[in-house]
């Protein structure tokens, strides 16, 4: 181990044992020796803060916190090992970025109460960090200069008529009528998707409800300006999304194609709301195409003796007021006969 502004390293203890530092406890490059969960070292803490300022390696799952500490990335770039941590906070600036080179037992990195990013970026690289089924565990000050890159996801209890925003993962879901159950969440930042032949922003959720049939809900799409810059997807690129035309796209096949979901409102800087979302996927925001609210199936015109019999039929209709019947007898000028109601006015039901 070794401590900041000493040119020397300190000795390396096989077990210090101190219930009486004040802190913070400070180190440098941090590794944990170890082969198995049976062969390794062991650090615990158990009060108080650590604060590393270099890389974080524990080649055998040994580091241990307890829910009264907290742990500290308070260096520049910096690589951490991936592990359950109580409380996890990011300081000094720079990247930090989940280590899974040289680790001989593999586990998830797992946030159980909090992750706060006072100042510097996270990057999963490949990897995954999870905040805790069900604990409400919180992610905090993610900013413009401050932010997770890559995937994180949760698990999380939603409930009828409560809005729910996922340990403030960014995505807030209130639904309506039918219990989903516990919903994941996971959110995918850096990478942008094609939809409607442009980039979207550089943010996905998916959206997995326990019980997905007949679910509805007014989900509120939360993103960070740096997001809607210099996207690139599908050969396509952007250097700025016009965030004022942002709407939802969910694709319903993995990502390989998004279809336009339209919006409900939108602050035209951070978030976008749909009042009614009936299809949970991977979701993420792009610039309007300008399709139409209805997706039609067929339409058809029978001559009959006193006229016509119209008979259409639709996919899907959001925020539709209506249809209006109208006729021409020179085929320039019309006029309406009749207004038809929709099947449901903000619904995506046929």
Same mark, same amino acid.
């Given at each position: 181990m070794e401590i900041p502004n000493y040119s020397d390293p300190c000795t390396v203890y096989p077990n210090i044992n101190s219930t009486a530092a004040t802190g913070p406890a400070l180190a440098h490059?941090?590794? /944990? !020796?170890?082969?198995? $969960?049976?062969?390794? =070292?062991?650090?615990?803490?158990?009060?108080?803060? %650590?604060?590393?300022?270099?890389?974080?390696?524990?080649?055998?799952?040994?580091?241990?916190?307890?829910?009264t500490s907290v742990f500290t990335l308070a260096g520049g770039n910096q690589v951490f090992a991936r592990e359950p941590y109580q409380v996890l906070r990011v300081d000094g600036g720079g990247i930090k970025t989940v280590n899974n080179n040289g680790e001989n037992v593999q586990?998830?990195?797992? /946030? !159980?109460?909090?992750? $706060?990013?006072?100042? =510097?970026?996270?990057?999963?690289?490949?990897?995954? %960090?999870?905040?805790?089924?069900?604990?409400?565990?919180?992610?905090?000050?993610?900013?413009?200069?401050?932010?997770?890159?890559?995937?994180?996801?949760?698990?999380?209890?939603?409930?009828?008529?409560?809005?729910?925003?996922?340990?403030?993962?960014?995505i807030t879901l209130t639904f309506t009528g039918n219990d989903p159950g516990n919903v994941r969440v996971v959110r995918?930042?850096?990478?942008?998707?094609? $939809?409607?032949?442009k980039p979207s922003i550089s943010r996905t959720f998916g959206l997995q409800p326990d019980y997905p049939t007949g679910l509805s809900a007014t989900a509120v799409f939360h993103y960070l300006n740096h997001e809607t810059m210099n996207v690139t997807a599908g050969g396509l690129s952007a250097a700025q999304l016009d965030k004022s035309k942002l709407t939802f796209y969910v694709s319903g096949n993995g990502g390989a194609g998004f279809i336009n979901k339209g919006r409900t409102s939108t602050d035209g800087a951070t978030e976008v709301t749909l009042a009614n979302l009936t299809q949970f996927a991977t979701t993420t925001l792009g610039e309007d195409d300008g399709t139409l609210p209805v997706h039609m199936l067929y339409f058809t015109a029978i001559h009959a003796a006193d006229g016509a019999l119209l008979n259409w039929g639709t996919a899907s209709e959001l925020n539709n007021a209506g249809f209006d019947v109208q006729v021409s007898t020179d085929g320039v000028s019309f006029s309406t006969l009749a207004t038809i109601k929709p099947a449901a006015a903000t619904s995506d039901a046929p």
């Amino acid at each position: 181990m070794e401590i900041p502004n000493y040119s020397d390293p300190c000795t390396v203890y096989p077990n210090i044992n101190s219930t009486a530092a004040t802190g913070p406890a400070l180190a440098h490059n941090l590794t /944990i !020796e170890g082969n198995s $969960t049976v062969d390794r =070292g062991l650090a615990r803490l158990v009060t108080g803060e %650590l604060r590393v300022y270099g890389d974080f390696v524990d080649h055998a799952n040994g580091f241990i916190q307890r829910e009264t500490s907290v742990f500290t990335l308070a260096g520049g770039n910096q690589v951490f090992a991936r592990e359950p941590y109580q409380v996890l906070r990011v300081d000094g600036g720079g990247i930090k970025t989940v280590n899974n080179n040289g680790e001989n037992v593999q586990i998830p990195t797992v /946030i !159980e109460k909090s992750l $706060t990013l006072l100042n =510097g970026i996270i990057s999963t690289g490949p990897q995954t %960090l999870s905040l805790a089924d069900n604990s409400g565990a919180t992610i905090t000050g993610e900013n413009d200069t401050n932010y997770i890159l890559g995937i994180v996801q949760t698990y999380e209890r939603a409930a009828p008529g409560t809005a729910q925003n996922f340990n403030n993962i960014g995505i807030t879901l209130t639904f309506t009528g039918n219990d989903p159950g516990n919903v994941r969440v996971v959110r995918t930042t850096g990478q942008s998707v094609v $939809t409607a032949g442009k980039p979207s922003i550089s943010r996905t959720f998916g959206l997995q409800p326990d019980y997905p049939t007949g679910l509805s809900a007014t989900a509120v799409f939360h993103y960070l300006n740096h997001e809607t810059m210099n996207v690139t997807a599908g050969g396509l690129s952007a250097a700025q999304l016009d965030k004022s035309k942002l709407t939802f796209y969910v694709s319903g096949n993995g990502g390989a194609g998004f279809i336009n979901k339209g919006r409900t409102s939108t602050d035209g800087a951070t978030e976008v709301t749909l009042a009614n979302l009936t299809q949970f996927a991977t979701t993420t925001l792009g610039e309007d195409d300008g399709t139409l609210p209805v997706h039609m199936l067929y339409f058809t015109a029978i001559h009959a003796a006193d006229g016509a019999l119209l008979n259409w039929g639709t996919a899907s209709e959001l925020n539709n007021a209506g249809f209006d019947v109208q006729v021409s007898t020179d085929g320039v000028s019309f006029s309406t006969l009749a207004t038809i109601k929709p099947a449901a006015a903000t619904s995506d039901a046929p």
